[in-house]
């Protein structure tokens, strides 16, 4: 659409056009704000826990299990130094030796959501798969925070009031 | 012919006083645009871009994404 729109300024006399080629969703899926009846709803990106704990492949997995214990967490996000993410570490994967290292512990890959994605989307998808919590990342790939299905409900509970 | 830019384009230019333009219908741009965007959707383009944009100030249109 906006390739065609790019090409009919240029021929109505528009000497200085740009298509941005990506568009919307690029714009969203980086986190950037907007504007729009939408903008006022919050977000999965706008209630994600920033403070959730993180920690590096060649970290031991010992040393993760206190950092999140000591912040009151059962998980850990497992980042690279742009904090793009690559792997995780719940409570069965924080449970394993203490020496063992992150990268070989943790899950690799994890499903990730796009800031801009609606509460009300990622209940439906948290609840029908038994998600408890899950990573949210921009469209490079870096952390933003993980969404907990508790903070979804409540928000959407408080919502309704 | 047009340029095609990306986001990190798209904030640069917009500073530096670029018009931007989501081509979507209404419902679609009424819900989510980026600040500061004119609407004209892609059918009224001929009809309104005369009066609604300044010809002497770089444009950059968008939609969804490629499509």
């Not at chain 1, 970290?59 to 059962?74: I, N, P, S």
Request: aromatic letters at 6%; charged letters at 30%.
């Amino acid at each position: 659409m906006s390739p065609r729109a790019a090409w009919r300024l240029e021929s109505l006399g528009f000497a200085d056009v740009y298509e941005y080629v990506d568009g919307k969703l690029d714009w969203m899926a980086a986190g950037l704000p907007t504007e729009g009846t939408n903008a006022q709803q919050p977000r999965a990106g706008d209630i994600a826990r920033k403070d959730v704990p993180t920690c590096g492949l060649k970290d031991r997995v010992g040393d993760a299990r206190e950092r999140a214990k000591a912040q009151g967490w059962d998980a850990v996000v497992v980042v690279n130094d742009e904090r793009v993410v690559l792997g995780m570490l719940r409570s069965k994967e924080l449970a394993a030796d203490a020496d063992e290292a992150v990268e070989t512990a943790m899950r690799s890959g994890p499903g990730t959501f796009r800031p801009f994605v609606s509460l009300h989307e990622m209940a439906h998808f948290m609840i029908e798969h038994k998600v408890e919590s899950a990573p949210i990342s921009t469209s490079d790939g870096r952390l933003v925070g993980l969404l907990l299905q508790k903070d979804v409900l409540d928000s959407m509970k408080r919502k309704k009031k | 012919m047009p340029k095609e830019i990306d986001r990190d384009d798209v904030r640069r230019l917009v500073a530096g006083g670029a018009q931007l333009v989501e081509v979507l219908p209404s419902p679609e741009y009424e819900e989510d645009h980026l600040p500061g965007a004119i609407h004209i959707p892609l059918r009224q383009i001929d009809s309104r871009a005369g009066e609604m944009l300044d010809r002497g100030r770089p444009v950059i249109v968008y939609c969804w994404d490629t499509a």
